[in-house]
Nanobody, 121 residues
Framework: QVQLVESGGGLVQPGGSLRLSCAAS????????IGWFRQAPGKEREGVSC??????YYADSVKGRFTISSDNAKNTVYLQMNSLKPEDTAGYYC????????????????WGQGTQITVSS
């Protein structure tokens, strides 16, 4: 059974950092892409970052601030978020799909329950 579990969310001040984790079970990361998406109240879900076979992709809005990485031994993907801004406030979700990353959230098969990030002073 495929399962994704996010953790690491919370409240942080502008300019602060957080690291999100996405623990996968039921499949191995070797053959899957893991994407991070976020959705703020009243807004559409947007892609943030994705990793597949050590290739990483980022939305323009997070380039240079967020770093995605994968520990295949732990079957876990991380999203290190630095220099956080209030506009980063959203629910963050990880999702999986076979092989390659996709810009489209509908291309992902399985989703975690999400973790909330609030950036506020």
């Amino acid at each position: 059974q495929v399962q994704l579990v996010e953790s690491g969310g919370g409240l942080v001040q502008p300019g602060g950092s957080l690291r999100l984790s996405c623990a996968a079970s039921g499949f191995t990361l070797d053959y899957y892409a893991i994407g991070w998406f976020r959705q703020a109240p009243g807004k559409e879900r947007e892609g943030v970052s994705c990793i597949s076979s050590s290739r990483a992709y980022y939305a323009d809005s997070v380039k240079g601030r967020f770093t995605i990485s994968s520990d295949n031994a732990k079957n876990t993907v991380y999203l290190q978020m630095n220099s956080l801004k209030p506009e980063d406030t959203a629910g963050y979700y990880c999702a999986s799909r076979p092989y390659d990353c996709s810009d489209y959230d509908t291309a992902y098969d399985s989703w975690g329950q999400g973790t909330q990030i609030t950036v506020s002073s």
